[in-house]
């Protein structure tokens, strides 16, 4: 992040409005909720949803040093991901303008300007409201009016009005982004997202105790 940024910005901050922006642009993108709501990726097409943004979020990541891909590599990445996992193949290069924003929005975010992610929060949520499909905008196509209210706004903004606003954007990136699975609950990630191809973690061993006996562990009945 930039030494130069804005007084009280934090990496917590910046993260928790950065994922409400990329959750807010996913949600909005009209091939992914498509293919979402068909089915097209079978029964675990919420869970490949949440897997997508998973993935964005760990590649994106203020603790590290640069983001693991640039723009064009993620714009491959969703094409791929689409066609692999549901069998989409996009022809309205709507990756590009979703890998855009994606890439702006950490950009921007990373100098405490949380201006686009803020708008893609609102638009996304007047998707939902009217379901309706929203249109990506891109580059050169923001309104002025609204960027001129968020730097007042942001120029204005106290302690106390930081923290409700980083709690809101957390709130909102800790959202499904197409519903539950179901029967299912978020639950809070604990460590880094596991990648593709990646081994799953071992299994602990099991303990004896002194008497030789080796002990089972409870497993709750689903």
């Not at 979402?36 to 603790?63: P, T």
């Not at 990445?77 to 950490?106: G, N, P, R, T």
């Not at 996304?124 to 706004?153: C, F, L, P, Q, R």
Request: proline fraction near 5%; charge should be negative.
């Amino acid at each position: 992040m930039d030494n130069n940024h804005q007084a009280g910005l934090t990496v917590e901050v910046a993260t928790a409005e950065f994922r409400a922006g990329v959750t807010a642009v996913l949600r909005a993108w009209s091939a992914l909720r498509q293919a979402v709501a068909s089915n097209w990726g079978g029964v675990q097409s919420i869970e490949k949803a949440e897997f997508l943004r998973d993935h964005i979020y760990e590649n994106f990541n203020y603790n590290k040093p640069k983001p693991g891909m640039d723009r064009y590599d993620l714009e491959d990445a969703l094409a791929i991901y689409l066609e692999e996992e549901f069998c989409l193949q996009i022809e309205d290069d709507s990756e590009k303008d979703v890998a855009f924003l994606i890439c702006q929005m950490y950009e921007n975010c990373g100098k405490g300007d949380f201006t686009l992610a803020r708008e893609r929060i609102e638009k996304s949520k007047e998707a939902i409201s009217n379901s309706e499909k929203v249109v990506v905008k891109t580059e050169g196509e923001m309104d002025e009016e609204s960027d001129d209210e968020n730097m007042m706004d942001s120029n204005d903004t106290n302690q106390a009005s930081s923290e409700n606003s980083m709690n809101t954007a957390l709130d909102f990136a800790g959202e499904y982004l197409f519903g539950p699975p179901p029967g299912q609950a978020r639950i809070p990630q604990t460590g880094p997202v596991r990648q593709l191809g990646e081994a799953p973690p071992e299994k602990p061993e099991a303990e004896v105790d002194e008497d030789g006996f080796t002990t089972v562990p409870i497993r709750s009945k689903r």
